[in-house]
């Protein structure tokens, strides 16, 4: 009954301006698990590695400690994701205008990978055709294709969607992006195309991260689910452009890159054909076939065993790479994403603590989140446990460790009255809930909720925001300096001068949140206009 006082008490009343001291969710804990899974021995929890086997030992045991049983399928803790796994050598690749080349060296000027299943990719002389952003949108009155032939050509694409530079045209959604301007939609729709590849060209702000993140996120393997026909649903040749090196190409073929990039942001662009300009692409690929696991546990509910409430975060990082400018290859994934895994396990005790919830409690921790969603697309499409009765889910990826906030912010905000229960709780914190603070840089679409919110789960993705506490020109410092230097780079380690206290209040929010749902008979709903509202609508009856 301890826990249950606790809980009215939150509800109920404010807590102190102060850290409160019965915060559920302890600081030293979250940073004591992260201090585990971003050491060097996890090697970066790349998938399909020996990472992956310490850090499905460690939470596993963790997961079983606090109380909770294995959650995957056949009563083991795992599900299997079976996975393609291609890794390039030997690249190689060259411009061409006329008279004029310049050769591109992977991770300088350019990063080229593939997820099509082949032993070697060779492209020579493909012309390049610059496609806009690279967007079909017939809803919007939008095609930046116009009928263009792609075959045996390379499509230059823009980052982001067409509002990001002018967010007053608001053909997709303003200042928020839209899935049209994620870079997996370009690969698809370049791919259904007919494309023989694609070049993103990298910018920082449409991108939301600098040219590093790019170099190394794509440098390593990459992944897939396994497809009935990737010949039509992946392109050979999937890469990214460093920006100077695309406004030197465009002069060279007697374009202006910006005049073109204006020009992009209208419905009646047409595709640009790059004069007399072609692309020479080679590399290597040695593909498998690996299984790799979706970490899950459960705690069965005591009266509706059959109504499930969900937390997710994603387990993987990317592994060893190349050395950084100190000779470290290992990319510890401490923020991204030990933090959340830590918050997983935490939530563990807290729900096996005390009484038996009245729902079943389900906590997952995904694979291979870096390689584009694939464990929470995989487990979306595979569900354990039926989505139609997943009351609600709650996603932590990347926690904030810069010390307490008075604000916490909703990533992909306005979608589910989940937000009015986050507004509430966070009161008892003197707290309010912001609006996606960077709705561009389209972070909805970017972590593990998405492929279940698509699907009509209510999820929350919610974090600390911006408006620090107790030394906001200190935080912001750490913060920025993450963003520039450590995210996705082999400088994001666990440091024991993180201050975790926002962390702690921000999950345990999410605690309490997903412990009033647990104990109630609600199903929380999407708003009236939210875009997989009637996905959700579709399987009401399986909630009667």
Same mark, same amino acid.
């Given at each position: ?76 803790? @795992? ?17 061409? @205008? ?14 080229? =990978? ?14 390049? %055709? ?70 993103? %060209? ?70 640009? !054909? ?34 499930? !409430? ?65 464990? =929470? ?79 009509? !789960? ?87």
């Amino acid at each position: 009954m301890k826990r249950l006082a606790l809980v009215v008490a939150l509800l109920a009343a404010a807590a102190a301006p102060a850290f409160a001291a019965d915060t559920p969710v302890d600081p030293a804990a979250i940073s004591a698990h992260v201090k585990v899974l971003a050491d060097d021995s996890f090697e970066g929890r790349g998938v399909g590695t020996e990472g992956e086997k310490k850090t499905i030992a460690y939470v596993s045991r963790q997961f079983a400690q606090a109380g909770f049983q294995p959650g995957g399928p056949d009563g083991e803790w @795992v599900q299997p994701v079976t996975l393609r796994r291609f890794e390039v050598t030997n690249p190689a690749a060259r411009l061409q @205008v006329g008279g004029w080349s310049q050769a591109l060296t992977q991770g300088e000027q350019i990063v080229m =990978s593939t997820r099509r299943p082949a032993r070697r990719v060779d492209i020579q002389s493909a012309p390049l %055709v610059f496609v806009g952003y690279g967007i079909s949108a017939p809803e919007r009155g939008w095609d930046d294709y116009k009928g263009q032939d792609l075959k045996g050509k390379i499509a230059v694409v823009l980052v982001n969607d067409a509002d990001f530079e002018d967010p007053s045209l608001n053909t997709f959604g303003g200042k928020a992006m839209t899935y049209y301007g994620r870079w997996t939609y370009k690969y698809e729709e370049a791919a259904r195309r007919g494309a023989e590849g694609v070049l993103i %060209v990298h910018e920082t702000r449409p991108a939301s991260y600098g040219w590093n993140t790019v170099k190394n996120s794509w440098s390593g393997p990459q992944f897939d689910i396994v497809r009935k026909d990737p010949e039509k649903e992946r392109i050979p040749l999937e890469a990214w452009l460093q920006r100077d090196t695309a406004v030197e190409l465009f002069k060279r073929a007697g374009l202006d890159f910006e005049g073109e990039k204006s020009r992009a942001r209208s419905r009646d662009f047409r595709p640009v !054909v790059l004069k007399d300009a072609s692309l020479s692409a080679a590399f290597d690929v040695a593909t498998s076939t690996i299984q790799s696991n979706n970490i899950i546990a459960l705690l069965p509910g005591a009266k509706r065993p059959g109504e499930y !409430v969900l937390y997710t975060a994603h387990w993987d990082h990317l592994g060893v790479g190349a050395p950084d400018a100190n000779g470290d290859r290992i990319f510890n994934g401490a923020v991204d994403n030990a933090t959340g895994v830590a918050a997983l396990i935490e939530l563990a005790r807290l729900f096996a603590s005390g009484p038996r919830p009245d729902r079943s409690i389900v906590l997952i921790g995904f694979t291979a989140e870096e390689s584009g969603l694939l464990g =929470s697309e995989y487990y979306a499409s595979n569900p354990v446990y039926p989505l139609a009765r997943t009351v609600a889910g709650f996603n932590m990826d990347a926690l904030n460790v810069a010390g307490r906030t008075r604000d916490i912010g909703v990533v992909g905000s306005g979608e589910t009255d989940l937000e009015d229960d986050l507004a509430r709780v966070a009161k008892t914190q003197n707290r309010v809930v912001v609006p996606d603070s960077t709705p561009e840089a389209g972070g909805f679409f970017r972590s593990d909720h998405f492929p279940l919110a698509k699907r009509g !789960v209510p999820m929350l993705y919610a974090g600390g925001g911006d408006d620090f506490i107790d030394n906001p020109a200190k935080s912001k410092a750490i913060v920025d300096d993450y963003g520039k230097n450590r995210y996705h780079q082999a400088d994001d380690e666990w440091s024991p001068d993180w201050d975790l206290r926002g962390a702690a209040e921000d999950v345990s929010l999410l605690y309490l949140i997903g412990l009033d749902l647990a104990n109630s008979p609600r199903w929380p709903q999407w708003r009236a206009d939210a875009e997989f509202k009637a996905a959700r609508d579709a399987t009401a009856g399986e909630r009667k």
